[in-house]
């Protein structure tokens, strides 16, 4: 299991280390819509590379579920109030993009090799009475089975557990937590939020119904020759990383896009026809704007900058 400290949910597992640590470099693109969300776009960007700062044994959880059910050692005593509403800030970006996902995506979940999984509405009502009747106790707040799951319920349980999680950091919450710590619950809680909202858009039936288009991957993964890179299902298509960070990728709304240099983007678009990428209001799927671009990748393919969106043109 590989997690974030600084920015909660930005958490993967895998079966070694290495692998878990290679997926979390994978989601850095997947995990930024979370920051943006938060108005911490620029400071995550700014992050610079993953720096492993500590290295334990979990839980038997860990081994058997991939779940991080331990705190690190930097998640230990009270949080200063600056740390907390970061964390807080966070966490309610991680339900702002849960809550856009359970929107747009399809009732019916893809199902899995032997045929089984949940749908949709089983996995909101998991991750919703998982937070509210398991979490929040953590904290001194009791809720009742289904209070949460209506829309107004469910706004009144997050505003309950942010206050608890308020008032416990000040102390006015007698009871404490044995092995959990409230840096570790934040971070726990926006785990849990992402990995089932990641879960809902793999197997979203939308997405599926309009796959990429697999000559345009080939043909990226041709002209990326000998460069060292990865592939990560992400934007209802394939993209492919270098170092952790997506610079091309054939998407599931037809054609590619490609992450260029900021400089130069006002120049690619002018002479390709190709238009920024659009975020929705709440949420990562992009907007793809018609353009053309022949299949080639351009010299302003690089592992940092902004997004910029296009579709081939004729062979």
Known sequence: MAFSIDWPGWSRGAKTAELA??????????????????????????????????????????????????PSTFEQGPMSEADLERGIALLQACWTFFDDVAERVS???????????????????????????????????????????????????????????RAYNEGRIERRMRSWTLPFLIRHSAFHTLDHAWEMEDKDLTVAAVAYDEDVADRIRELMGRTRFTEQRMFGGVAFLIGGNMAIAASGHGGFLVRGDPARSEDGRAKTGAQPMVMRRRGSTPTLNSGRWPLRLPSCVQASGRFCCCTPGPS
């Open 107 to 165: 009732p019916e979940m893809r199902k899995g090799p032997r045929g089984g999984g949940r749908e949709r509405d089983e996995i909101i009502r998991h991750a919703i009475r998982t937070e509210s009747l398991d979490f929040a106790k953590q904290v001194g707040l009791r809720e009742t089975d289904g209070a949460a799951l209506t829309p107004a319920g469910l706004r009144q349980h997050r505003k309950a557990y942010v206050e608890a999680m």
């Open 21 to 70: 640590l290679e997926t979390l470099k994978a989601y850095r693109e997947r995990y930024r819509p979370i920051a943006a969300l938060a108005g911490m776009a620029r400071e995550f960007d700014a992050a610079g590379r993953i720096r492993i700062v500590e290295d334990k044994v979990g839980t038997g959880s860990t081994d058997f579920w991939g779940i991080p059910f331990a």
